[in-house]
């Protein structure tokens, strides 16, 4: 049976080789265990006389709170030298995850539709291709009207419907108003139609295809001052709440009175200077947002609404527009020729 | 349209004491937008204005000036109208002589809603006063001399083109006006030889020969030179819609077009010739030798307007002051008419084709009130409810588009029209597709009936980008019909240069995303894929079809690497998607996990195994594939029971049954 100091010395020696956490528990485990080498030892107390009993015990007692002294100490350095240890170099970049990417106008397109959606407006789907009754008779716009013409329509190569007349790619989504009063059937309306259209147009600043927003509101008792109120609130809400809308005298076949809007200029704020030069961006601190009025009688009266009872506002804008406005990528050709230079960054 | 005018040529007209700038500012909030303001080295100031089509009556300096007048007031700027050339200039006041005469024959009187002309003599062709001459340099009208200059400023000062012959190059004396017939040939103006498209407004003369293309430019043969001593001063309306068509089909966009194209008022062809005469008297040194030539087809008869306050109030949503109506309308140039709240309003002339309706006096008192005065409101707050269809629509587009992103493709927009070529280099039919009958470029002529020729070219396009390709779109495809427009129908196409299994991947995880549970993929025989290529059925309704690209298509479309494509029925796909899974219950029992290896052939496929695996075992809850070596394929399998523990026997057991 091994005595005392034996024990204290082998315990330092194998105390040397504890070289991680997991061994050192092994040999706290042979020592300080429940049937470890110190309650071995204190088994031997029956054996030892009354007299040696006492000092027989301190001993033990000593031997035992100088290990499990010297167990914690090295485990606190282990454990130190764990999380302190390793050669990693942090800096380097993680697991890569996969990084695809949306669409610039499909993620304008959400962020234009939770605007509305949280003033009660609902979003609409209507055709693309169109006759030429829902995109122009319809809303007021004569035959005789340029907008009419093949300098400015795209018209599909069909036979001309003898009702609704030739069929096209629908100009704007305008093309939805009568549409949704026709849907809905009576009032109240509160849409928002967001679509492709398209116009024979292809230059630096124009693609041939290319997305708006339109919205429409009829009801009992609209007038000039909720298009303002509503525009306003779009504004503030997609571009900021340091950027003011204007309304300006225009002239659309389908809206009376009509309106252009502007909105502060949101490269210089509207104070047409940045860093003391002249804003490249505006003229006079104001961008031009798009088109906008209320609704012109004959197009209510078109969408079977009584213009005598009820009335409205509507407008179209470009999403491009706002994209390039808000986000200043004004490349549009980018837009729709599927470089992945291009997509990928959104 | 823009026009240029300057600050001294409007006080010709008009008395007032707000500058330059505050005209600019004021006028762009209320009225016509003026886009520039600058100042001339002589000191004088150019406003850069757009016109909008509806009002070329005001592209004008005299426009102008009646819009100041409406306007400045509301700004506390004083503003009034000192020389009205409406009342001022009129063919009475012009003197007469019988000394010349011009014989004019209109065929059709809806060519021209008026006519007039009148000969001068002795002209003498010298510089233009320094006034008219600053006054064009100022906005950019190259100066030539007194006649042509007068011609010009005549256009400025009241938005009424004019044009001026040389009288004795007119064959007999004599105007035919006339439709071109297509073929025609006329040497215009500037030199160019021009081909007439046919319907064309022109005038021949007593030789036969064409002398004008009306409302465009005047034709060289007869055109005013230094050497000129007889000129036709030569004031028109034409119809709009012919100046128009013939404009953009001959390609000469001149700036008489722009006018005549909007519709010009037909009582300033009076004040323009009368004030051109006295410029041609005082300038040029000419008299009158022959009768004004006068032919109108059409007269306007003053059309009336009536409405009451607070219909104008109700439409504008302020209430606007009885006094401040009339002047408003009283100084845009409208006879107003009142009684208690009731108004009869007169339209004058050169608003006839504009001001139709209340709601047109609705926006001529709210602008010059003005937009900025009235307060924001939100629209009042009501409930329309959306259908399930649209909602459906752009709420899975969205999760799915977002759900692509994230697994690493990236969202393409392309144009919905492609080229024969684009048709061709996957040997569909032309035939299929609705095409455009205006085409301004071959590559957007036809409406795809499916994404992938866009997104075998976006793969193309971006060859030698990027290492590996992943791209979707999620877009419109036009299925034609008779007699009836085509059918739109939503396609989620996608395109990888990567692997087949990783396309069946991106398919499968999506169908894991929507919570499609019943899907099932067969042997298909799509045209474009070679033989690796499967079939998407959901509950018996195919979806679409996912494979290789052919090679043959591979090659046709120069392609270096793979492709490996897939399109499928968006509402097809959607109206199986769930929110959530069908719920299994937990239960507390062992599941007992075996991996088997089986070999495959064309006989006996993966899905087949798997479909008779499940149907063999009531047990069996999950089959994985955890390996796969050339036609071997390790599957793991799997076993539990909801209500008791089983043992590795049993599911041994279970294994035999399903392997066998």
């Avoid at chain 1, 528990?25 to 007299?51: C, D, F, V, W």
């Avoid at chain 1, 298009?227 to 225009?250: A, C, N, Q, W």
């Avoid at chain 2, 012919?242 to 722009?258: D, E, N, V």
Wanted: hydrophobic share 35%.
């Amino acid at each position: 049976m091994a005595g005392i100091d034996d024990i204290r010395s082998q315990f330092n020696n194998e105390l040397k080789h504890a070289s991680d956490l997991d061994k050192l528990q092994l040999l706290e485990t042979s020592y300080l265990g429940r049937n470890g080498k110190i309650n071995a030892l204190l088994a031997e107390m029956k054996s030892k006389t009354p007299e040696e009993r006492k000092s027989y015990g301190q001993e033990i007692n000593e031997l035992k709170q100088s290990l499990t002294l010297q167990i914690t100490q090295l485990k606190t350095l282990l454990s130190t030298r764990k999380d302190q240890g390793g050669d990693v170099d942090v800096t380097l970049p993680g697991t890569v995850y996969p990084k695809g990417s949306i669409h610039l106008v499909s993620i304008a397109i959400e962020e234009i539709s939770r605007i509305y959606e949280k003033i009660g407006f609902i979003r609409t789907s209507y055709p693309e291709v169109e006759y030429e009754f829902f995109s122009f008779e319809s809303l007021n716009m004569p035959k005789s009207h340029a907008a009419r013409d093949d300098f400015e329509t795209s018209f599909i190569d069909a036979p001309v419907h003898s009702k609704w007349g030739k069929m096209l790619l629908t100009p704007h989504t305008s093309s939805g108003q009568v549409r949704e009063m026709w849907r809905v059937g009576k009032p109240p309306i509160r849409m928002i139609n967001i679509a492709k259209t398209y116009r024979p147009n292809w230059d630096a600043t124009h693609t041939p295809m290319f997305f708006q927003f339109e919205g429409l509101c009829v009801d009992e008792g609209i007038n000039i001052t909720h298009l303002k109120g509503t525009l306003d609130h779009f504004v503030k809400e997609y571009f900021g709440s340091d950027i003011e809308g204007r309304l300006r005298p225009h002239h659309f076949q389908f809206t009376e009175p009509s309106f252009e809007v502007d909105v502060t200029c949101t490269v210089c704020k509207g104070t047409t200077k940045v860093e003391g030069a002249k804003c490249k961006v505006c003229k006079s601190g104001w961008l031009e947002l798009g088109g906008t009025g209320m609704v012109h009688p004959n197009v209510l009266k078109a969408g079977k609404i009584d213009p005598k009872k009820y009335s409205g506002w509507a407008f179209g804008f470009g999403v491009e527009r706002v994209i390039m406005m808000k986000y200043g990528i004004d490349d549009i050709r980018n837009y729709y020729a599927g470089d992945i230079r291009f997509l990928e960054q959104f | 349209m823009n026009i240029k005018i300057t600050h001294n040529w409007l006080l010709e007209y008009l008395e007032t004491d707000a500058t330059p700038v505050e005209i600019q500012k004021y006028l762009s909030l209320c009225g016509p937008s003026v886009e520039s303001v600058e100042k001339t080295d002589d000191g004088d100031y150019v406003y850069e204005i757009e016109i909008t089509s509806n009002r070329i009556d005001s592209a004008s300096v005299f426009g102008i000036a009646l819009e100041c007048q409406a306007i400045l007031p509301m700004f506390g700027k004083k503003a009034k109208l000192i020389l009205n050339p409406l009342d001022k200039y009129r063919f009475a006041d012009v003197e007469t002589r019988h000394a010349s005469s011009l014989q004019v024959t209109i065929k059709d009187p809806s060519l021209c809603s008026r006519f007039s002309a009148v000969v001068l003599d002795n002209v003498k062709t010298i510089p233009s006063p320094d006034f008219i001459q600053e006054r064009l340099r100022a906005i950019g009208i190259k100066v030539i001399n007194n006649v042509v200059d007068v011609s010009n400023y005549l256009m400025v000062s009241f938005g009424q083109p004019t044009h001026v012959f040389d009288f004795d190059k007119i064959g007999k004396h004599t105007m035919i006006m006339r439709e071109s017939k297509k073929g025609e040939l006329i040497v215009t103006l500037d030199g160019k030889k021009v081909e007439l498209p046919g319907g064309d407004i022109v005038i021949e003369d007593g030789n036969g020969e064409l002398i004008d293309l009306c409302g465009i430019m005047g034709g060289l043969n007869s055109s005013f030179t230094d050497k000129t001593k007889r000129v036709l001063l030569f004031v028109q309306t034409y119809n709009k819609q012919l100046i128009r068509r013939t404009s953009m089909l001959t390609g000469q966009r001149t700036i008489a077009a722009t006018y005549f194209e909007k519709g010009l008022d037909e009582e300033r062809v009076e004040t323009t010739l009368s004030y051109g005469v006295e410029l041609l008297k005082s300038y040029a040194n000419a008299q009158v030798t022959s009768v004004v030539t006068d032919i109108q087809s059409k007269k306007y008869s003053p059309r009336t307007i009536s409405f009451s306050l607070s219909e104008i109030n109700y439409k504008i949503g302020v209430n606007i002051e009885p006094k401040q109506v009339q002047r408003i309308l009283t100084s845009l140039g409208f006879g107003v008419q009142s009684s208690g709240s009731k108004y009869t309003v007169t339209v004058p002339s050169f608003r006839q084709y504009d001001v139709e309706i209340v709601e047109d006096i609705v926006e001529e008192i709210a602008r010059i009130y003005g937009y900025h005065n009235l307060p924001n409101h939100l629209s009042p707050a009501t409930y329309v409810k959306q259908p399930k269809a649209f909602e459906d629509l752009f709420v899975y587009q969205n999760k799915i588009k977002t759900y692509l992103k994230h697994i690493g493709l990236n969202e393409v927009l392309n144009y919905s029209m492609i080229s024969l070529e684009m048709i061709e280099g996957l040997d569909l039919k032309p035939s299929d597709h609705l095409f455009l009958s205006n085409v301004m470029s071959e590559e957007i002529k036809y409406l795809r009936t499916t994404l992938l020729p866009s997104l075998i070219k976006n793969i193309k396009t971006n060859e030698g980008r990027k290492d590996q390709l992943k791209l979707f779109e999620l877009a419109k495809v036009y299925e034609r019909r008779e007699g009836d427009l085509p059918e739109e129908k939503y396609k989620l196409g996608i395109a990888v240069t990567t692997s087949y299994e990783d396309l069946k991947g991106v398919v499968e995880a999506l169908l894991q995303e929507l919570h499609i549970q019943e899907s099932l993929f067969t042997s298909s025989d799509n045209s474009y894929c070679s033989s690796i290529q499967t079939t998407l059925i959901i509950k018996g309704k195919t979806v679409g079809t996912l494979g290789k690209l052919k090679t043959q298509y591979k090659d046709k479309n120069n392609l270096s690497s793979e492709c490996f494509i897939a399109e499928l029925d968006f509402d097809t796909l959607i109206s199986h998607a769930r929110t959530i899974s069908t719920y299994q219950p937990l239960h507390p029992f062992a599941i007992i996990k075996l991996d088997h290896t089986v070999t495959f052939d064309k006989k006996i496929t993966f899905e087949m195994f798997k479909n008779r695996a499940f149907k063999k075992s009531k047990l069996l809850q999950k089959l994985d594939v955890v390996d796969r070596f050339k036609d071997k394929i390790t599957v793991r399998m799997y076993f539990s029971s909801p209500t008791h523990n089983i043992t590795e026997a049993d599911a041994k057991k279970e294994l035999q049954a399903c392997a066998r």
